[in-house]
């Protein structure tokens, strides 16, 4: 034991003591993104989709002139979530006049239709109207 500043220093604890370095450029990314705002985190996960879209599906997507806004998305992604709650394996997801069929598990949607046209749907287990 080593004694500084009238303080009884147990000289094993001493060297488990990390210091950190000013230049490490992890702790300079760790500080600026600890000053982000929960408002600022919160906006960029809602940003982020947990859905993907097949090249088949981006491909009908663009030939049927069919877009999807980002609420829209974000509605797909519940419909996902709802469908994967019930168990369900290939689901239609319904979101406005489009028809969505979609992987549950690998979320992912497979096709795209414009539901004004085509009203069959094959080769589902399920299906959300969101």
Not at 7 to 36: A, E, G, M
Not at 47 to 59: C, D, L, P, Q, R
Not at 80 to 104: P, T, Y
């Amino acid at each position: 034991m080593t004694i500084i500043n009238n303080n009884l220093i147990n000289p094993n604890l001493v060297n488990k003591v990390k210091k950190s370095d000013p230049n490490n450029i992890s702790n300079i990314n760790n500080k600026q993104q600890d000053n982000k705002t929960f408002k600022q985190i919160l906006q960029n996960k809602a940003e982020e989709t947990n859905v993907s879209f097949s090249k088949h599906a981006s491909m009908r997507l663009n030939s049927r002139n069919l877009q999807l806004s980002n609420s829209q998305i974000k509605r797909v992604e519940n419909g996902i979530k709802r469908a994967e709650e019930k168990g369900i394996k290939d689901s239609l997801v319904l979101v406005d006049n489009i028809a969505l069929l979609v992987n549950v598990k690998n979320k992912t949607v497979v096709t795209a239709i414009d539901n004004n046209v085509d009203k069959v749907y094959t080769n589902i287990d399920g299906a959300v109207i969101v």
